[in-house]
């Protein structure tokens, strides 16, 4: 059975990140945002990233403060713009980051695609909109479908609520959101958790991320942020 490294704090966890790296943060918004990798990451000095997650980052907390250290070149995600994405909108607007907006359902099932070892895959969503420009396009059964390709990560940063010390993996209610599908997407998957229990103590009908998905496991102290992004 495949058993995770346990590592002693998180900047030891990140260290596999190289520059030019796609790294998959795990997160919808704050929830399950890996915030403790992510700071890790940054004082790793890890650079010219390309981040695939779900939005692109929140205040100037986790990921936005990655964007605003200037890590990232570019970011591939289903939701841009919110009230506080002011990070990324500054960046943007000056040219500094790249964006490719990829529909939520999309980018969750381009993961799993690469997780299941699917080369390709077709879909209707997008289909005659600028996101389906310069793609392959089929009619199936009467009704058009756009051709995507699977998102692979060279890392996987997520946050899970338990581990053992296999690294099996549970998660904490909304919290588990792209988790486990970019821990199946990518080359090395690193996860920070509130607590680490002894092979066996989870139940195995409960494990939603087996070890074999797992490389890395921190345990770190839960954090709490508002939706303005002060600790």
Known sequence: MSRAQIF???????????????????????????FDLIDALIRHGAGDLTIVSNNAGNGDVGL???????????????????????VF????????????VVPQGNLAERMRAAGAGIGA????????????????????????????????????LISAHTADTMGNLVYR????????????AATTTVVQVSSIVEAGRIDPEVVVTPSIYVDRVVQVEPRHYTVQGAR
């Open 8 to 34: 002693a704090s998180p900047d030891e966890a990140v260290r596999v990140v190289k520059n030019g790296d796609t790294v998959l943060v795990g997160g919808f918004g704050f929830a399950g945002m890996p």
């Open 64 to 86: 936005a403060a990655l964007l605003k250290a200037g890590r990232v070149r570019k970011i591939l995600c289903s939701f841009p713009r919110q009230v506080d994405s002011y």
């Open 89 to 100: 909108d500054d960046l943007y607007r000056r040219g500094e980051i790249e964006l490719e």
């Open 121 to 156: 895959f077709y879909c209707p969503t997008g289909v005659g909109t600028p996101l389906a420009e310069g793609k392959e396009t089929r009619t199936i059964d009467g009704r058009d479908y756009v051709l995507e390709y699977p998102i692979k990560g060279d890392v996987a």
């Open 173 to 184: 209610k909304t919290a588990r959101n792209f988790g486990p599908v970019m821990a199946t």
